[in-house]
């Protein structure tokens, strides 16, 4: 977990802070197209990676990653977090990671972080917007300004309660606290958050769930959140979750990301990918090839 700690995207630097990493997720759990038949083609990769042979779990991490540039650090999302009670998977209920502390170990303690960035308003996303303190939940980052797409929280203010149902109420106490505090920002489809740095709308998996671009010219990365879940989704770019809001549009934003990125040398960062996490897409005939930092092409700053 100690290779790749950082990249540099012209002035920008990325880094990751990992929360868990390891077998969460049944490939048919998550992806309803996927056939035992389908991991048996693919058992050579696949096994021990990015599945657990054991217990035939996907490898899942989660994560958030921050940004540094010029005095101004980003962090854009921010895992399940601590002591969350209403949590319908024991991985996230009553949790007690050292996340806070691996941020420090990044050199970055809570008062440092000038802007939160939501990349989407899922349970795995939002966890350490707050923190419990004297059975409060408040902002686990004082002096930051959470940026929240206008369009996600308008979809999730609208679907209530029911479409919390499969997770448990995240919302009340990771969410709505920052509001409370006056520190939530609501932002539109395109977002110029610091020069070389931006935010745009990959709809699908949720309906106002952001990307961000960093950098500029040939040194230039893309952290794409969930629109891939999974190295799978690469080999099969029509798999969307059942965790999506909408599964058609979010299989349309992902082949028309591949195609735009493809052979680019554009480095891609998917939230859940394990590490390195980044790499590149290239065109494999028809199909698509995800390489990892580090394999075939050395782009890591340290
Ligand atoms: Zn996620």
């Known amino acids: 977990m100690t290779s790749h700690r950082h990249w540099t995207f012209g002035d920008t630097s990325l880094q990751r802070v990992i929360e868990s990493e390891g077998p969460l997720l049944s490939p048919f759990e998550i992806f309803p197209d996927c056939t035992q038949a389908h991991l048996d083609a693919n058992r050579n990769w696949l096994v021990p990676r990015f599945q657990d042979a054991a217990s035939g779990l996907l490898t899942i991490t989660i994560q958030s990653f921050l940004i540094r540039r010029d005095g101004l650090t980003v962090l854009v999302d921010s895992c399940s977090g601590n002591d969350k009670e209403t949590r319908a998977r024991p991985q996230f209920r009553r949790a007690q990671w ?93 977002h110029a958050v610091a020069p070389n740095v931006s935010v745009e709308l990959a709809p699908g998996h949720t309906p106002g769930q952001m990307m961000v671009r960093l950098g500029e010219g040939g040194a230039q990365a893309i952290l794409c959140a969930d629109l891939m879940h999974h190295p799978l989704q690469v080999r099969y770019p029509a798999w969307s979750t059942r965790f999506c809001t909408d599964p058609g549009a979010a299989r349309t934003t992902r082949i028309g990301f591949f195609k735009a990125h493809a052979d680019t040398g554009r480095l891609i960062f998917p939230a859940h990918f394990p590490t390195p996490t980044g790499g590149t897409i290239a065109r494999d005939g028809k199909d698509f090839r995800f390489t990892f930092c580090g394999e075939d092409h050395a782009c890591c700053g340290g």
């Open 98 to 190: 050292p996340w806070l502390e691996r941020l420090r170990e990044a050199g970055v303690s809570p008062e440092d972080i000038d802007i939160v960035l939501c990349s989407h308003l899922h349970v795995d996303h939002v966890g350490w917007n707050t923190r419990l303190d004297n059975g409060r939940w408040v902002p686990t980052f004082p002096n930051a300004r959470y940026l929240i797409s206008r369009r996600e929280w308008e979809h999730w203010q609208a679907a209530g309660a029911k479409a919390l149902e499969r997770t448990g109420d995240y919302i009340t106490d990771s969410v709505l606290p920052v509001f409370a505090a006056g520190q939530a920002e609501l932002v539109g489809d395109e």
